[in-house]
């Protein structure tokens, strides 16, 4: 007996060992997100003593050159290596073609063990192309044909320049003056593939399998912002390959910028040593005859500006218009979300299932007059492939660590164990329509039997239209008037479909943006990765996305706060509204509770995407929601969304700082938000008219 009492007693030390340790852990998770965690999704200016003078607070002053916007294109006739001039001292030099084929290295200026591109001829020409006919300027166009050596494929490049362009077109939501709607000045660089290419991989997805542009950068513009090629886009001044813009810029915010212009989750740039490299990822092994990959080079100024001009091309190009921000229900009114970070995230009242415990926060809220006017079906709602015995065993785990723990879709369809009755009647019960979440598909799922599912592992996926005209006339049968789809990046990691031939990641998102658009329903990105971005801007259902990590009420704002104003950048640009995420609108709990209820929905307000708390029954900060929306619950926004200012990518020790605005009849109303949210580096809390890149207005007065 005594030896059994003596185990019984071992077991239970090592039971309040493990819960002590588990218990340290999670009270340090707040500390290791602000010190590991946050520095890896931050592009903004990271503190070095080297930029500032003896006093350790006046920034030093470098000296720029001035930056000519009006570049010159330089091809020489014999060599047929290309530089760009845009300044004294600023040049874009030693332009060459490379390509992966049959295991070799092919360059127009091949090294040691490269092969040549063999030039064949070079014709000028005048013609401007369609795509542009809403704006007007001086164009020029040079074409040049090649051909791999010792064989008999064909590469076409053309270089289309473009100097002193003027938007053509009256848009209040561009929000031009005419002196904003002159001098875009860009180039755009095409790889046209006559003949069809097989065996072109290099084998990586990082080492792109062509490079089209591929230039050396000698100018003082060596800053960067880019995003990283990762679920949500998050911002990086790093180098590294990814499908995002990448921003080049110097202390005096003169700007140049790189991105694709279609196609844009395979086509990848990266910067290593000053070289700047562009093309398609290198798992690509299939390029079908015609092909074209196509780059924009543009010369701006500044950050923001340089971002949202670089938008304003990409919907001209493909002839779209900028979306409103109360473009559908989801984006117009204040929700509430059930997502990761709120209270009934996989955790009903007890005794209930989730959708039995929205009833019970419907008429709570009924009760204390809040104006929800849709409801967030998250992952919880549809049958997955989690066995039933891992449920319970998942509990809290699951709700900490996320729901891809339960497991890819079986059916988009409600699961018994958590919806007590159908989409359509749960609608009817909260008289609301919804915002339904889906993420991949299981191998397992019926589904493949009726469609051409592709299957890798234990995941499917289905690129054909028929499958996402099923997906979005339930969501048209069902009430549900946006479609999430879930992690989005993640599919690309998953399928190789996706990422061995041309147009196939592409197609599927235009296949289910399409399939939205015929149905009238609206699209939510979720854990997209920035050509995911991008592609919406050719996509009129696309509505809004997640542009920052997932909330939870212990995490410190510097992670997901910074994160979002900056990734938001992006989204704005490309007006695809971006969602802070849910949030807790109330103060609870000392150690789990939210902190900083105001600042949360003052965030998600300001961010011109939805609102959306996720509380707990009798813990809504309903005066705090309140002040988001009119009484019938219409969020009221600013004209855009908010962004991190320029400032912050600059040598600076100031604090955080982002910005907005309303323009009220001939008056613009400026918001700035601005937060220590740092131990280190931020000492100075002001801010100036110059921080804001308004000191310069001729004429103008302004008021505090």
Same mark, same amino acid.
């Given at each position: 007996?005594?030896?059994?009492?003596?185990?019984?007693?071992?077991?239970?030390?090592?039971?309040?060992?493990?819960?002590?340790?588990?218990?340290?852990?999670?009270?340090?998770?707040?500390?290791?997100?602000?010190?590991?965690?946050?520095?890896?999704?931050?592009?903004?200016?990271?503190?070095?003593?080297?930029?500032?003078?003896?006093?350790?607070?006046?920034?030093?002053?470098?000296?720029?050159?001035?930056?000519?916007?009006?570049?010159?294109?330089?091809?020489?006739?014999?060599?047929?290596?290309?530089?760009?001039?845009?300044?004294?001292?600023?040049?874009?030099?030693?332009?060459?073609?490379?390509?992966?084929?049959?295991?070799?290295?092919? =360059? @127009?200026?091949?090294? &040691? %063990?490269?092969?040549?591109?063999?030039?064949? !001829?070079?014709?000028?020409? $005048?013609?401007?192309?369609?795509?542009?006919?809403?704006?007007?300027?001086?164009?020029?166009?040079?074409?040049?044909?090649?051909?791999?050596?010792?064989?008999?494929?064909?590469?076409?490049?053309?270089?289309?320049?473009?100097?002193?362009?003027?938007?053509?077109?009256?848009?209040?939501?561009?929000?031009?003056?005419?002196?904003?709607?002159?001098?875009?000045?860009?180039?755009?660089?095409?790889?046209?593939?006559?003949?069809?290419?097989?065996?072109?991989?290099?084998?990586?997805?990082?080492?792109?399998?062509?490079?089209?542009?591929?230039?050396?950068?000698?100018?003082?513009?060596?800053?960067?912002?880019?995003?990283?090629?990762?679920?949500?886009?998050?911002?990086?001044?790093?180098?590294? =390959? @990814?499908?995002?813009? &990448? %921003?080049?810029?110097?202390?005096?915010?003169? !700007?140049?910028?790189?991105? $694709?212009?279609?196609?844009?989750?395979?086509?990848?740039?990266?910067?290593?040593?000053?070289?700047?490299?562009?093309?398609?990822?290198?798992?690509?092994?299939?390029?079908?005859?015609?092909?074209?990959?196509?780059?924009?080079?543009?010369?701006?100024?500044?950050?923001?500006?340089?971002?949202?001009?670089?938008?304003?091309?990409?919907?001209?190009?493909?002839?779209?218009?900028?979306?409103?921000?109360?473009?559908?229900?989801?984006?117009?009114?204040?929700?509430?979300?059930?997502?990761?970070?709120?209270?009934?995230?996989?955790?009903?009242?007890?005794?209930?299932?989730?959708?039995?415990?929205?009833?019970?926060?419907?008429?709570?809220?009924?009760?204390?007059?809040?104006?929800?006017?849709?409801?967030?079906?998250?992952?919880?709602?549809?049958?997955?492939?989690?066995?039933?015995?891992?449920?319970?065993?998942?509990?809290?785990?699951?709700?900490?660590?996320?729901?891809?723990?339960?497991?890819?879709?079986?059916?988009?369809?409600?699961?018994?164990?958590?919806?007590?009755?159908?989409?359509?009647?749960?609608?009817?019960?909260?008289?609301?329509?919804?915002?339904?979440?889906?993420?991949?598909?299981?191998?397992?799922?019926?589904?493949?039997?009726?469609?051409?599912?592709?299957?890798?592992?234990?995941?499917?996926?289905?690129?054909?239209?028929?499958?996402?005209?099923?997906?979005?006339?339930?969501?048209?049968?069902?009430?549900?008037?946006?479609?999430?789809?879930?992690?989005?990046?993640?599919?690309?990691?998953?399928?190789?479909?996706?990422?061995?031939?041309?147009?196939?990641?592409?197609?599927?998102?235009?296949?289910?943006?399409?399939?939205?658009?015929?149905?009238?329903?609206?699209?939510?990105?979720?854990?997209?990765?920035?050509?995911?971005?991008?592609?919406?801007?050719?996509?009129?259902?696309?509505?809004?996305?997640?542009?920052?990590?997932?909330?939870?009420?212990?995490?410190?704002?510097?992670?997901?706060?910074?994160?979002?104003?900056?990734?938001?950048?992006?989204?704005?640009?490309?007006?695809?509204?971006?969602?802070?995420?849910?949030?807790?609108?109330?103060?609870?709990?000392?150690?789990?509770?939210?902190?900083?209820?105001?600042?949360?929905?003052?965030?998600?307000?300001?961010?011109?995407?939805?609102?959306?708390?996720?509380?707990?029954?009798?813990?809504?900060?309903?005066?705090?929601?309140?002040?988001?929306?009119?009484?019938?619950?219409?969020?009221?926004?600013?004209?855009?969304?908010?962004?991190?200012?320029?400032?912050?990518?600059?040598?600076?020790?100031?604090?955080?700082?982002?910005?907005?605005?309303?323009?009220?009849?001939?008056?613009?109303?400026?918001?700035?938000?601005?937060?220590?949210?740092?131990?280190?580096?931020?000492?100075?809390?002001?801010?100036?008219?110059?921080?804001?890149?308004?000191?310069?207005?001729?004429?103008?007065?302004?008021?505090?």
């Amino acid at each position: 007996m005594s030896a059994f009492i003596e185990i019984l007693i071992s077991l239970l030390k090592i039971i309040i060992e493990i819960v002590v340790i588990v218990g340290i852990v999670w009270m340090l998770l707040p500390y290791v997100f602000r010190f590991f965690v946050a520095p890896r999704f931050d592009g903004s200016y990271k503190y070095s003593k080297d930029d500032f003078e003896e006093d350790g607070v006046t920034v030093k002053k470098v000296q720029v050159t001035e930056q000519t916007n009006k570049f010159s294109f330089n091809l020489d006739k014999d060599s047929h290596i290309y530089n760009i001039k845009f300044g004294k001292d600023r040049e874009l030099s030693n332009g060459i073609v490379r390509i992966h084929y049959d295991g070799d290295w092919y =360059s @127009t200026k091949p090294g &040691r %063990l490269e092969k040549k591109i063999m030039y064949r !001829t070079e014709v000028e020409s $005048a013609e401007k192309p369609i795509q542009f006919k809403k704006m007007k300027g001086k164009f020029k166009k040079i074409i040049i044909e090649w051909t791999l050596e010792k064989t008999a494929i064909r590469l076409i490049t053309k270089f289309h320049m473009f100097k002193d362009f003027v938007l053509d077109i009256a848009d209040p939501d561009l929000d031009y003056g005419e002196a904003q709607k002159e001098h875009f000045n860009f180039i755009i660089f095409e790889l046209e593939f006559p003949d069809a290419m097989e065996d072109v991989a290099t084998g990586k997805f990082d080492n792109p399998m062509m490079e089209f542009p591929n230039l050396k950068n000698l100018s003082p513009n060596k800053r960067m912002l880019s995003f990283k090629n990762g679920i949500f886009s998050p911002p990086t001044r790093e180098g590294q =390959s @990814t499908n995002a813009p &990448r %921003l080049y810029f110097d202390d005096d915010l003169n !700007t140049f910028l790189i991105t $694709a212009m279609d196609d844009f989750i395979i086509h990848l740039n990266e910067c290593n040593d000053s070289v700047i490299k562009c093309g398609m990822e290198g798992e690509i092994n299939e390029i079908e005859e015609g092909y074209t990959s196509q780059y924009l080079l543009m010369f701006d100024k500044g950050i923001n500006n340089t971002f949202n001009r670089m938008g304003d091309i990409l919907r001209i190009y493909h002839q779209k218009s900028p979306k409103s921000m109360y473009m559908d229900d989801i984006t117009s009114y204040l929700g509430y979300w059930t997502d990761n970070g709120a209270y009934y995230y996989y955790n009903p009242i007890k005794k209930k299932t989730i959708s039995e415990t929205l009833v019970e926060v419907n008429n709570h809220i009924k009760d204390i007059g809040l104006p929800i006017k849709y409801y967030d079906l998250d992952s919880w709602w549809y049958v997955k492939s989690v066995e039933d015995w891992k449920r319970t065993l998942l509990g809290g785990l699951g709700r900490l660590l996320g729901g891809g723990l339960y497991g890819g879709t079986i059916k988009w369809e409600p699961d018994p164990n958590t919806m007590h009755t159908e989409v359509k009647n749960l609608s009817e019960l909260l008289g609301t329509p919804f915002i339904a979440h889906n993420r991949w598909y299981s191998e397992l799922t019926p589904h493949k039997d009726e469609f051409d599912f592709y299957v890798e592992g234990n995941k499917a996926i289905c690129i054909d239209k028929e499958f996402w005209d099923m997906i979005m006339t339930n969501c048209e049968n069902w009430n549900i008037k946006n479609y999430e789809q879930d992690w989005m990046n993640n599919q690309i990691r998953a399928f190789k479909l996706l990422r061995e031939k041309t147009g196939v990641a592409n197609q599927w998102l235009m296949n289910m943006g399409n399939a939205a658009i015929e149905h009238n329903r609206t699209i939510q990105y979720c854990m997209a990765n920035p050509g995911m971005f991008l592609t919406s801007v050719k996509l009129d259902c696309v509505s809004h996305a997640r542009a920052g990590g997932d909330y939870h009420p212990r995490w410190p704002r510097i992670y997901d706060y910074r994160f979002f104003a900056q990734t938001s950048i992006l989204a704005y640009s490309l007006r695809i509204w971006p969602y802070k995420d849910v949030f807790r609108s109330s103060c609870e709990g000392i150690i789990n509770g939210e902190k900083m209820p105001e600042f949360m929905a003052l965030v998600s307000n300001l961010s011109c995407g939805p609102v959306g708390p996720g509380d707990k029954i009798g813990k809504f900060g309903k005066d705090n929601l309140l002040k988001t929306c009119r009484n019938d619950g219409l969020l009221l926004k600013p004209d855009k969304s908010l962004t991190a200012i320029d400032k912050m990518f600059l040598p600076h020790l100031k604090y955080f700082i982002a910005s907005t605005y309303s323009n009220i009849s001939n008056y613009r109303w400026i918001y700035v938000l601005v937060n220590k949210l740092t131990i280190r580096q931020a000492k100075n809390p002001n801010v100036t008219l110059k921080d804001l890149n308004l000191d310069n207005r001729n004429n103008k007065q302004f008021i505090a």
